[in-house]
């Protein structure tokens, strides 16, 4: 089977910058996904990491280390707009390629 | 460009009845999913579609049933509607990316009385 855990809320100031954890256990790993969900919305693809390393898009930076079996979000320059849920996601070999797990989320709370 | 459409929005229904939840997706994408979303447990795949008339299983199948007769569209049908089926029902696709990179359509907010 598969888990994923991440932390259920984090807060943080805008401005600054804001790591969101995610750790896993799966058999045949294929990769993590990242996904943002504002409040009362759809979620959002962000990033995706298959192998490891740091992947940046713009503001946000996702890193994956399959040895530790240990992905990151990082968000950096923080702004209000960027709180919402952000949730990790894996496939891997028990759940099928092309199927997703997606852990229970990280709420990111942005204050002024 | 509509992309990804989901109908209706909010829907009530009663325990028994039958319900189909409609996505559409202009998008040719091959794969398309279902998801729930409850609170404490994040989302979960109910059923996927890797081409038409092609499904699996995900996590939660039972009281659900799929088609995919055609590329875009992918309805979801709860057979006998249980109030433990009151949930944000997301519809996804993707394309040659996989699944790793899901676009979601608006959400479904069933209620079932």
């Known amino acids: 089977g598969q888990s994923l855990e991440q932390p259920s809320e984090v807060t943080a100031v805008e401005g600054a910058i804001v790591q969101i954890n995610c750790t896993y256990q799966?058999?045949?790993?294929?990769?993590l996904s990242w996904y943002q969900q504002h409040d009362g919305g759809a979620p959002t693809f962000l990033s995706y990491n298959a192998l490891d390393g740091l992947e940046e898009t713009g503001r946000f930076s996702s890193f994956l280390s399959r040895s530790d079996s240990y992905g990151y979000l990082l968000l950096q320059e923080l702004q209000m707009k960027d709180s919402a849920s952000y949730f990790c996601?894996?496939?891997?070999?028990?759940?099928?390629?092309?199927?997703?797990?997606f852990g229970t989320g990280t709420r990111l709370l942005v204050s002024p | 460009d509509a992309g990804i459409t989901q109908s209706p929005r909010y829907k009530i229904t009663e325990t028994g009845r039958q319900v189909t939840l409609m996505c559409h997706q202009t998008?040719?994408?091959?794969?398309m999913f279902w998801y729930r979303q409850d609170l404490g447990h994040g989302l979960r795949l109910i059923y996927y579609s890797a081409a038409a008339d092609i499904t699996d299983k995900g996590e939660v199948p039972d009281g659900y049933v799929v088609s995919r007769s055609k590329t875009e569209n992918f309805p979801l049908t709860l057979e006998s509607a249980t109030r433990s089926q009151t949930s944000v029902y997301f519809c996804a696709s993707s394309g040659i990316q996989g699944a790793n990179e899901q676009y979601f359509g608006p959400g479904t907010r069933l209620t079932v009385t």
């Open positions: 799966t058999s045949g790993f294929y990769g």
């Open positions: 998008w040719s994408h091959s794969y």
């Open positions: 996601a894996v496939r891997d070999q028990d759940t099928g390629f092309q199927k997703l797990v």
